[in-house]
């Protein structure tokens, strides 16, 4: 079985593969909203067969918007091979217009493990995601080629409509109007996040999805990851993520990194296209009512710290 992948692509990774003898399509990644990502078996002659990810940009829009995504990504697992206590899959080939695939694509190795964002003990996930991410942040950026751009213009942002802290997210808004962040410039995964974390036997075993890399304020990713973290799990959670963070960097991130990841992707949605990727990833007990009022105390947090 290929699952749904057209035989161009099989073709393209039978012809990258050195030795590949079949592709066998395993199907898709759950969570991917910029991309289609297919878990691929690939039979080899004379050797081991290989577990690997193929991501094809599959959505027209995003090709015309974002066409440098494989590109960046290509360029950020070539940096990250071998890297000091990161562990992210190692770059196979990359098609960056479709002239071989279908579409353009990446191909990369599949690493073990699985995202997990109802973990058994959110203080030793916390610790572990910080952990994770201070490793990337050793790295310099300066490989890479895009920088840090906002996900939002500061100008047009209005409070969101459903929110009961209304002067709090202004705050923040406010504050994005006429500051940038300040802070080490380091290699940006830029979407980080528990859904792009994998997870074996209680600790991290990777960190994939990697498109968005650029180079950047550090306290960006943690800000990234602290959104979500206070989505799922609340405030007090982001707050133990933050200071795990600090211990092992020794940095302490600007409060408007906070504002400017949350208002990224929360402010002025109604977040109904975000609770439905939470639920994908298994936290089907949150409700939009519960994430709202979570988000509303997360901006008031942030708001005051400004």
């Known amino acids: 079985m290929n699952d749904d992948l057209p035989p161009r692509a099989i073709e393209w990774v039978r012809a990258t593969v050195p030795g590949a003898r079949s592709v066998r399509g395993l199907g898709r990644f759950v969570g991917a909203t910029t991309s289609t990502p297919h878990a691929i078996e690939v039979e080899r002659d004379g050797a081991p067969s290989l577990a690997l990810v193929l991501r094809r940009y599959t ?9 440098q995504y494989p590109h960046t990504e290509a360029a950020a697992l070539r940096t990250l091979d071998g890297a000091p206590g990161v562990v992210a899959p190692r770059l196979v080939a990359v ?4 002239v071989a695939c279908d579409v353009p694509a990446v191909l990369m190795t599949r690493l073990d493990g699985s995202p997990t964002l ?20 050793r790295l310099d950026g300066a490989v890479i080629e895009g920088v840090y751009e906002r996900w939002h213009d500061p100008q047009a942002l209005q409070p969101p409509r459903w929110s009961r802290q209304r002067a709090a997210w202004a705050r923040l808004i406010e504050a994005s109007r006429h500051s940038e962040p300040t802070g080490e410039v380091v290699l940006l995964h830029r979407d980080y996040h528990p859904g792009n974390v994998l997870w074996k036997g209680g600790v991290v075993s990777g960190i994939v999805d990697w498109p968005n890399a650029c180079r950047g304020v550090a306290g960006l990713d943690a800000g990234h990851c602290r959104r979500d973290i206070a989505t799922t799990h609340g405030a007090e959670a982001a707050e133990s993520f933050l200071a795990a963070y600090g211990e092992a960097s020794g940095r302490a991130p600007d409060a408007l990194c906070d504002a400017l990841t949350l208002l990224d992707s929360n402010a002025g949605e109604d977040g109904t296209s975000i609770l439905g990727a939470y639920h994908a990833y298994g936290c089907t007990d949150l409700t939009l009512d519960v994430m709202r009022a979570r988000l509303d105390e997360y901006a008031t947090l942030i708001a005051g710290r400004l």
């Open 59 to 67: 959505d027209a829009q995003v090709r015309a918007e974002e066409p």
């Open 95 to 98: 098609d960056e217009t479709g």
């Open 118 to 137: 109802t973990p058994p003990d959110v203080g030793v996930w916390v610790r572990g995601l910080a952990q994770a991410l201070v490793a990337v942040h």
